[in-house]
């Protein structure tokens, strides 16, 4: 199948999607279009956030787990 080919395909399943799910196949849809290079700056920029703040997003995690119930 050419590209030309996939691109109509893509479309058309993105247009048959329901409407609370149009944003997230808009954002897979933005990451297909990177480059290999494109892709691997900006998962090391996304990587270099969490990084930053590891202890405040652990904590978070920590917390909200305490919520959850014991089966």
């Known amino acids: ?8 395909t893509i479309h058309r399943l ?12 808009r954002v897979v ?10 892709r691997a700056k900006r998962d090391a920029r996304d990587a270099e956030i969490i990084s930053a703040h590891v202890d405040e997003l ?3 995690a920590e917390d909200v787990l305490g919520y959850q119930a014991d089966w």
């Open 1 to 8: 199948m050419n590209s030309g080919a996939n691109r109509r």
């Open 14 to 25: 993105v247009d048959e999607l329901p409407e609370e799910e149009l944003d997230q196949a």
């Open 29 to 38: 849809l933005e990451r297909m279009k990177l480059t290999a290079e494109e």
């Open 58 to 60: 652990n904590a978070e």
